[in-house]
């Protein structure tokens, strides 16, 4: 038995972590559930979003699934995922982007992976406020070494990239794609206009490419990516991405195979993996049994993948194909018609997985 820590989330995401963990029990997978609370829910009782013993379960267990959790606006509220990924170092975000049959797109072989870093680049959170005294100082210092002027009026954010951050995101990729038996990655930046971030970000990324002479090393600039991923999406396959283009292009990669709905997705560090659906918490439609499972299904998917459970993973990932391609035991949002009176409930979708393994 291994061990797994699952996150409920709030909102809607009580309802889609019982979906999932109904679904990954009835693939036979040896796994015990070491069940926690996280997020507004468990605020109201606990006095914190994330309870001594939700990150303790964290620590102690190797893999962890993640329902979505509400990040209140103006609350002072922290944002529970950023602080998991900051906490536990989760430096590479995966996210799997494949077509299935039935799912309303406008691409029907769409099989990509996006290799995101966490950890640096413009969402390092080294920010100066415009106005503010750090700001004046840095702007001083900069006007003074550079032949570029910055304004007074202007707020100022780093983008900072190091070797060994590029090194073990690049690592990672190439590592995914010799797991995964995938035959070629791509990495993307801007270093023609970037030359100490994104230069350095692409002199790493070939450097790593030679000690993995198996699998083919291409590199693209982040704007040529974008429309070739939307021409011929079929040319590529592990894409890894420094982390604001990683954030925009994975979305543009969901959108290619029917949106977030479909798209389940990882964060990973060293030892330690949290699976989450891409999707939030959606708190309108909370406790009504309506919404689609299939994200953080899918992300369990990745997880028995993760985990060694390989026949288990197919098994699932077969059964949710299967039950999609049909189109009968479907939630709303994946019908033609949204108000489609013959879509099923969140519930009633999982027992259609369950019943297809
Ligand atoms: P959202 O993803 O919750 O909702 C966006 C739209 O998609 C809404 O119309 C929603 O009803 C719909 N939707 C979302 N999941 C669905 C599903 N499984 N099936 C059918 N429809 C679905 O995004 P939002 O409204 O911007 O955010 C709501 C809250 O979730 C915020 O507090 C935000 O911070 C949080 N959030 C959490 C995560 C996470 O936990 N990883 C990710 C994104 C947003």
């Known amino acids: ?65 993640k329902a ?5 606006v103006g609350s002072g509220f922290r944002s529970v995922n950023v602080h998991f990924r900051q906490l536990f170092d989760l430096y590479a975000c995966l996210r799997p982007c494949k077509s299935y049959k039935g799912v309303r797109s406008k691409f029907d072989d769409i099989d990509l992976v996006v290799v995101r870093e966490n950890t640096e680049d413009l969402y390092a959170g080294v920010e100066y406020e415009k106005g503010s005294d750090d700001v004046g100082g840095l702007i001083d210092w900069i006007n003074a070494h550079s032949d570029r002027k910055i304004t007074d009026d202007s707020g100022v954010s780093i983008k900072p990239i190091s070797v060994a951050g590029t090194e073990r995101i690049v690592k990672f990729a190439f590592d995914y794609a010799k797991a995964n038996g995938r035959k070629k990655v791509t990495s993307v930046h801007k270093a023609n206009i970037m030359k100490y971030t994104d230069g350095l970000w692409l002199e790493v990324s070939r450097e790593v490419a030679k000690s993995y002479p198996d699998i083919e090393f291409e590199d693209r600039i982040v704007d040529n990516m974008c429309m070739q991923l939307v021409q011929k999406p079929e040319l590529y396959d592990v894409i890894v991405l420094p982390n604001l283009y990683g954030d925009i292009v994975s979305d543009l990669c969901a959108g290619l195979i029917g949106g977030l709905g479909m798209a389940g997705g990882a964060n990973i560090g060293e030892g330690k993996a949290i699976f989450e659906a891409t999707h939030g918490s959606a708190p309108k439609y909370k406790g009504l049994n309506k919404v689609n499972p299939v994200a953080l299904i899918l992300s369990s998917v990745m997880m028995l993948n993760h985990m060694g459970f390989r026949d288990e993973a197919t098994k699932l990932d077969n059964a949710v194909a299967a039950v999609i391609a049909e189109g009968k035991d479907v939630t709303y949002d994946m019908k033609q018609d949204r108000n489609d009176p013959s879509a099923v409930g969140t519930q009633e979708m999982a027992d259609a997985i369950i019943a297809k393994m």
Not at 27 to 46: F, N, Q, R, Y
Not at 68 to 72: Q, V
């Open 1 to 65: 038995m291994q061990k797994v820590t699952l996150i409920r989330g709030d909102g809607i995401g009580p309802e889609i972590a019982d979906a999932m963990q109904r679904c990954v029990d009835a693939t036979g997978a040896s796994i015990e559930w070491d069940v926690v609370e996280a997020g507004v829910d468990v605020m109201e009782t606990e006095g914190t979003p994330l309870p001594d013993k939700t990150l303790d379960a964290i620590k102690a267990n190797e893999v962890s699934i």
């Open 68 to 72: 979505p959790i509400t990040t209140p």
